[in-house]
């Protein structure tokens, strides 16, 4: 089946620095990421649809500066957390969208997340 | 815009038990529905999903779910759980032309006593 990683799975950084997530699809090809937040025992809040090769869409009230998406390949996009603070903690989920024909490409396979706490 | 409503957020049953996880939704244009489990600290899992065809979804882990127009409902039912489904559950809706963007339930806690 179609898998997603991420990396790092933990990452703990101090207030102020920049913090890099990756989310790669391992077996297929994805023109679309996504990229969701969730907090505790919370439902996931999209943050962002990553097209390949073009400019990230980002949710209302999600702040494009702060939350850095980067698309650069079919099997890899990157978020990165910016000036990180505190309430930026939390954990960060990507899903990818099959790129293969027919009505599977409306399926989005998600990674196993990425906890960030920012000290 | 579409939106979701899963009508219990905790469910604990009895081991062997039939369970159900209710889901609504709504919206004004045609759906794809999908059922997502998450275990702690863990990315979701795609347990099954209705794109077209018949109502009657069969996932993995012996879950199907069943999808009623009408009703606007997707519910996912289990006949016999076991200890190790106790997890999050999450149902999702994405309208057909909106290129997979997902709009998500608030979850439902199904715990699975002994």
């Known amino acids: 089946g179609a898998v997603v990683s991420q990396h790092p799975s933990r990452v703990i950084c101090k207030s102020g620095t920049s913090v890099k997530i990756e989310c790669r699809s391992l077996?297929?090809?994805?023109?679309?990421m996504f990229w969701y937040r969730q907090f505790p025992k919370k439902s996931l809040m999209l943050m962002a649809t990553?097209?390949?090769?073009?400019?990230?869409?980002?949710e209302q009230g999600v702040e494009k500066d702060k939350f850095l998406i980067n698309h650069a390949s079919l099997t890899l996009s990157t978020l990165t957390v910016t000036s990180a603070h505190p309430e930026d903690s939390s954990f960060y989920i990507c899903?990818?969208?099959?790129?293969?024909?027919?009505?599977?490409?409306?399926?989005?396979?998600f990674g196993p997340g990425t906890r960030l706490t920012v000290l | 815009a579409q939106s979701v409503t899963q009508l219990d957020s905790q469910v604990p049953v009895f081991e062997e038990a039939p369970v159900e996880l209710r889901c609504n939704y709504s919206s004004s244009v045609s759906v794809y529905l999908f059922w997502y489990v998450q275990y702690p600290n863990q990315g979701l899992q795609l347990l099954l999903k209705y794109l077209s065809g018949s109502t009657l979804v069969k996932g993995i882990n012996g879950f199907e779910a069943e999808f009623n127009k009408s009703q606007t409902s997707f519910h996912l039912r289990k006949p016999s759980v076991h200890i190790s489904d106790t997890a999050e559950y999450f149902c999702?809706?994405?309208?057909?032309?909106?290129?997979?963007?997902?709009?998500f339930g608030e979850g439902t806690q199904l715990t699975v006593n002994p």
């Open positions: 990553s097209n390949e090769g073009s400019k990230a869409t980002y």
């Open positions: 899903s990818a969208r099959d790129r293969g024909g027919g009505a599977s490409t409306d399926t989005q396979y």
């Open positions: 999702a809706v994405s309208e057909v032309t909106s290129g997979s963007r997902l709009t």
């Open positions: 077996d297929f090809q994805a023109t679309t």
